[in-house]
């Protein structure tokens, strides 16, 4: 991206959501990581990555049982959703040389998050849309740390992916100097003008968390940067990232306008150690649509396949 065109795009972004959270907070480089408190023992732990414009609330529901160990990625320049605490500098953390706001630089965030914080055997990381190919790109750099990890890629962005032919046609003809513009548009609009489009048969939660996308990111910068580089990842990735990732499946949703369902098959059946399940779920929110619908950690059908779908 141009100086010229970066430097437009820097103004600040307040944010508009947040929920009370118990638990610590670390912020690590650009990014934080935050560790929920529990009341059982805990018996598994869980790691959710959000997806593009979205945050770490998008999993806290999903995983409220007092034996779960959730730790939330907030990826870098994104807004910490959180009421109640006050984050500290993360007493393990190492720099990162990456770009803010790309794939790389929260794989590597990821990884120190992996490294230092689960203190169960049995580790689930849950990557949504964006945070799928966090995670493939994350295990492509530290093997090591993904050996016995189970991976739940909702809707992911994968390798040879692409987005859906409503959203190409939307950003063809976006330029750089345009997206302050439309992102004001944006803001300004009810949700229910593009919502259920994008976003299928909307109900309270989908309402709360998708309501203010366009206001998760600490800057206009990191809303482009992060869309021009994932696209680009999906382009660039080849399929044999794969051979990174031991178990786990792809939960695919039955309908998605935000990414190519056909490519994200394609994709996911490159895949020979984990299991492809195609879900009922209306729209590319499937843990928002029905959270019945995300597999509990240790479930048989994330033990992996040979890339077939499952029913």
């Not at 009370?20 to 929920?36: E, K, L, W």
């Amino acid at each position: 991206m141009k100086a010229s065109h970066a430097r437009k795009l820097i103004k600040p972004i307040e944010i508009a959501y947040s929920e009370m959270f118990s638990g610590q907070v670390y912020r690590v480089g650009m990014g934080a990581v935050s560790v929920r408190n529990h009341s059982g023992e805990a018996t598994h732990t869980v790691i959710g990555v959000h997806g593009y414009l979205e945050n770490h609330c998008y999993f806290t529901q999903a995983y409220d049982a007092p034996t779960t160990e959730l730790i939330l990625l907030t990826c870098s320049n994104y807004h910490i959703p959180v009421n109640g605490v006050t984050p500290e500098d993360a007493p393990w953390q190492a720099p990162i040389d990456e770009v803010e706001g790309t794939v790389a630089y929260d794989a590597e965030l990821l990884n120190q998050a992996l490294a230092n914080l689960p203190t169960t055997r049995h580790v689930r990381i849950h990557g949504h849309s964006r945070g799928g190919a966090v995670i493939l790109e994350a295990a492509s750099r530290r093997p090591d740390l993904f050996r016995d990890v189970e991976l739940l890629l909702e809707a992911p962005a994968l390798p040879q992916g692409r987005t859906h032919a409503l959203v190409t046609m939307m950003l063809e003809p976006v330029s750089h100097g345009m997206w302050p513009w439309l992102i004001r548009l944006i803001n300004s609009a009810p949700s229910s003008v593009y919502g259920q489009t994008f976003f299928g048969r909307m109900n309270p939660r989908k309402k709360q968390l998708l309501g203010k996308l366009f206001s998760s990111t600490r800057d206009q910068l990191t809303i482009v940067r992060n869309l021009e580089d994932v696209l680009a990842w999906m382009e660039q990735t080849p399929t044999d990232i794969y051979r990174h990732v031991s178990h786990g499946c792809f939960l695919i949703p039955g309908t998605d306008r935000i990414l190519d369902k056909a490519a994200m098959l394609d994709s996911a059946r490159a895949c020979e150690t984990m299991t492809v399940l195609e879900t009922a779920s209306p729209s590319h929110f499937i843990t928002l649509d029905d959270r019945a619908l995300i597999p509990a950690p240790g479930d048989p059908v994330c033990s992996g396949s040979t890339g077939l779908s499952a029913n």
